[in-house]
């Protein structure tokens, strides 16, 4: 058994939900010359080389959309959340530990997609998104906190939150989570996380669901 207090941060796109949602609906809801141009991988290649801070790619992005608030919800109605991610947030609820969702995507369906199952309560931090004249616009409420990279730096909320003596441990699945990572004492990674992790020599364990993740969290919790 592990006698430091389990804090767990976690990714929302990929993580949370099953697929990435922000990605989803700029390829749904982008203007549709620019989608045929291949505008939108190429920032987004862009930002994964580090040419483009998350804050430019992000606010391009909500510029070139076409969508209101009826259709966007009607798109988020598609996405599931991850198997187990509603009884480790259940868990961590009934057993004291703290939970923060880290996501440097759009509070709008972040909240609508943890409502709609009933997690209401959980805390996150991200990006404020908010509708204007047929399209999105984007405010960055911790924007000039951090690495500078991030429009919601990942990192900058674990070190402001965690207290000594914490065990950190962190979910995700992405680009966005390389440097949150590195403030974390347990990391869980798949897809491009997991490669970089890799490349990186980083120490992680892989997971499918979020049942894998509780089950760690109940064994350090001593509870199994
Ligand atoms: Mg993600
Ligand atoms: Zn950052």
């Known amino acids: 058994m592990n006698n430091n207090k389990i804090r767990l941060f976690v990714d929302f796109d990929g993580t949370i939900t099953k697929k990435d949602v922000g990605d989803a609906i700029f390829e749904r809801f982008l203007r549709p010359e620019l989608l045929e141009q291949g505008w939108h991988e190429q920032i987004i290649s862009e930002w994964i080389a580090g ?5 430019e790619c992000l606010s391009r ?6 969508i209101t608030e009826e259709e966007l919800i ?7 959340i991850s198997e187990g991610f509603t009884e480790t947030a259940h868990y961590c609820k009934n057993n004291g530990i703290p939970l923060l969702v880290l996501s440097d995507g759009l509070d709008y369906y972040i909240k609508y997609i943890l ?12 990006n404020h998104v908010y509708f204007s004249n047929g399209s999105l616009g984007i405010e960055f409420p911790y924007g000039d906190r951090g690495c500078g990279r991030c429009g919601n730096c990942k990192r900058w909320h674990i070190e402001t939150t965690r207290q000594d003596g914490d065990c950190v441990i962190y979910a995700g699945d992405g680009y966005s989570d390389q440097y949150a990572i590195r403030s974390a ?3 869980f990674a798949k897809q491009d996380l997991a490669k970089y992790c890799d490349k990186e020599n980083l120490d992680y364990f892989s997971y499918d669901n979020f049942f894998d993740i509780l089950k760690h969290i109940k064994s350090d919790d001593g509870k199994v």
Do not use: M, P, W
């Not at 040419?51 to 804050?55: D, E």
């Not at 992005?61 to 076409?66: A, D, F, L, N, S």
């Not at 409502?115 to 991200?126: M, V």
């Open 74 to 80: 009607a798109e988020l109605n598609n996405f599931e």
């Open 185 to 187: 004492d347990v990391i």
């Open 51 to 55: 040419r483009l801070t998350s804050h």
């Open 115 to 126: 409502e709609k199952h009933g997690l209401d309560d959980l805390e996150y931090r991200a």
């Open 61 to 66: 992005e909500c510029e070139q959309t076409i």
